[in-house]
């Protein structure tokens, strides 16, 4: 699982500015490079192939819940470096199963909350590789490349997409290797909420910049967070390569609850995977350096709960 592995996408610490590139099997970049390549998406106009492909990893994950995957765990942390201290329990050797490893939790001091008595101040949702854009119509020129990628049909619904109507998109994306729990970037209400049935595509660049409309085909759960300082904010947890199970927390499953800035609203069981986030047009101002470097189709590697932006008025930029 973590041997033969080749450099990837390059993507930007956001604490060092150093730039850094992915550890990837060697034979997933294969795959993607003949998944998602014009050639094919050309002659394979039904997707069957993809489809087919697809399906040898569609249940892999099941064999991480096993207990002799407990042996992949500590080969796993050798091969991507993590740091085991900011997570608990820290001791491998406390997990059960490789799943048991991959929900893993934070301990309360990693992963300390940005402005946490600002409710203006919004924060990442995960540990990730993120990309953010003012418009809808900007992420779908310089990032998200699917013919049909739109609001609406990420939550099949056109009624309900109206109030992102060319609003702002944060894109987060995961890796295996990451805490997969995800947190809400700011606080307010549960107005509503639905799961969306679907593909488990890979989240990776290759995917996400092809025509194929990964984010609007894969499974998903989305809600949507009223809040007093961003408006309506639309929460789209988006499955990918090997996910099990895409899964909300109960309070975010629950209109009229109250979310809190932070809190942690769902999980990911196995895989790769992305969170997407939109704003209404004008409702919030994303940090500088994250806007400069998703203008340059460059990731930021992030923080779960690092500064993401801020809450700006209905038709103001700043």
Known sequence: MVQNRQVGWLTVNRKTGEFIREQQPLAEKFRLLLLFNPLLEWIDRT???RWWLHRQNDMAYKKEAKPESKKQIRPFIEAYKINMADFEPSDPDAYT????FFIRKHTPSSRPLHAPDDPTAAVCAADCR???YETVAESHKIWIKGNHFSIAALILDKV??????NGAIASF????????RYHSPVAGTVKWWKELDGQ?????PLAITSSVDILTANARCAFCLASPEFGDVLFVAIGADEVGTVKLAEKAMTPGAPIAKGE???CFEFGGSSVVVAFEPGRIVFDQDLVEWSKKAVEVDVEVLSSLGRASAPGKSA
């Open 173 to 180: 994306r995961l890796n295996p290797q990451d805490y997969h």
């Open 47 to 49: 997707n069957m192939f």
């Open 264 to 266: 942690e609203v769902g």
């Open 97 to 100: 199963t490789f799943y048991d």
């Open 160 to 165: 309900a997409a109206k109030p992102w109507d």
């Open 130 to 132: 993120l990309v953010v």
């Open 200 to 204: 488990y595509y890979s989240v990776d």
